[in-house]
């Protein structure tokens, strides 16, 4: 009999990631009927959504989650034995699911394109959900020009390394904040940024007076909080703001969340526009968005990192590790 392991979400997390509110459980796998596609994980996503959006999920639910996974038995035609899919399957080693009665909401489960010599954990990073999150949350909402000034934070990371490096490829000048010296020079050596500062060690107005003396016109903001008022003093008339995340807060306590420096005399005065987004906006595009970035990964245009740990028990650490900069690069998990 074959057996899945899954993690339940057994308590909301309150502050940081608690590992006692997810518990492994073992179970076995029914027999398929007609229709039905048997999955077996191979690589799982470890992203920071999960924080948030893990408080509306029901308790003892199969925690959220995406993977890239192999066809194991099938009885539908659409999907053959051996085939790599991507899934929000949640975390569970072996999912039973009917293509027909899967939601869309997210995107359904589709097979992956053929990666070549790339690793398939890049459907869960630079070829899937963080990259297209890069690729149109930047390009449709922020237009950037040649020679703008583009700042990004969690730079190192697997949505702000995509940005950064799209952004170069328009032949912007990219400023990127990240949480270490290492992190740092990975940025700056390796994906070419054009300045790079460790936002913990060095004041953001003073690194963006440095960098960019006359302003900054593009802004893609994964952080929030008072590392983005900061940024937004610094804004030229004009400038666009994507407000993509706001990991600085998302383990907060949302009856006492932490006070910023208020925003509304820039937006004002320098006429910006500021815009919130979820990539699943663009859903329809999907499959232009991951050819897109395959053939830029191919061609060497997008260069990747990835985060790797080992082993479906530690989902857990793994997700803890995002909220700790533990990542350069997507952060996922080899089964
Ligand atoms: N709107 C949308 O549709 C989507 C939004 N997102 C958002 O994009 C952002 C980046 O996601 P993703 O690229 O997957 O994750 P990352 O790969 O960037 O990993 C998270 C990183 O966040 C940084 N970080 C953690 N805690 C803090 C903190 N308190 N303050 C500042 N930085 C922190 C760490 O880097 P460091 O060392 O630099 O601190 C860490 O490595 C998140 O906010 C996420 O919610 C992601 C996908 C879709
Ligand atoms: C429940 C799965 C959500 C997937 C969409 C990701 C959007 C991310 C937003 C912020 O991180």
Redesign the pocket.
């Known amino acids: 009999m074959v057996k899945n392991k899954k993690f339940i979400l057994v308590k909301h997390f309150e502050g940081e990631i608690d590992k006692s509110c997810l518990k492994l459980e073992e179970e076995n796998v029914p027999t398929l009927k007609a229709n039905e596609v048997l999955t077996e994980a191979l690589w799982m996503s470890v992203?920071?959504?999960m924080r948030p959006y893990s408080a509306h999920l029901p308790l003892n639910s199969v925690m959220i989650g995406s993977q890239v996974a192999k066809v194991v038995e099938s009885k539908n035609e659409r999907f053959k034995v051996g085939q790599l899919v991507l899934g929000y399957f949640g975390w569970q080693t072996h999912t039973v699911w009917n293509p027909s009665e899967m939601s869309s909401a997210l995107g359904n489960p589709y097979v992956l394109p053929d990666f070549g010599d790339l690793p398939p954990s890049l459907g869960l990073g630079i070829v899937g959900?963080?990259g297209l999150?890069a690729y149109f949350?930047l390009l449709e909402l922020c237009d950037p020009k040649p020679k703008e000034v583009v700042v990004v934070?969690?730079?190192?990371?697997?949505?702000?390394s995509c940005v950064g490096q799209i952004a170069k490829n328009k032949g912007c000048f990219v400023i990127g904040?990240?949480?270490?010296d290492k992190?740092v020079k990975w940025l700056k050596e390796t994906l070419k940024f054009d300045a790079a500062f460790n936002?913990k060690t060095k004041d953001v107005s003073e690194a963006l007076k440095e960098a960019a003396p006359g302003g900054v016109d593009v802004y893609f903001d994964?952080?929030g909080?008072e590392?983005s008022s900061s940024v937004l003093y610094q804004m030229k008339d004009f400038g666009r703001v994507a407000v993509?995340?706001?990991?600085?807060s998302?383990?907060a306590d949302h009856k006492h969340l932490p006070k910023a420096t208020i925003i509304q005399p820039p937006l004002i005065f320098k006429q910006l526009k500021m815009e919130?987004?979820?990539?699943?906006r663009w859903k329809k595009r999907y499959e232009e968005g991951i050819g897109q970035l395959l053939k830029w990964v191919k061609e060497g245009k997008l260069v990747y990192e990835e985060h790797v740990t080992e082993g479906f028990e530690k989902l857990p650490d793994a997700l803890l590790g995002?909220?700790?900069?533990?990542?350069t690069?997507?952060?996922v998990v080899k089964v």
């Open positions: 992203d920071p959504y959900m963080p999150t949350g934070n969690s730079a190192a990371g697997a949505v702000g904040f990240a949480g270490s992190k936002y994964n952080v909080g590392f993509c995340g706001s990991i600085s998302y383990n919130g987004f979820v990539v699943t995002l909220f700790q900069g533990e990542n690069g997507k952060a």
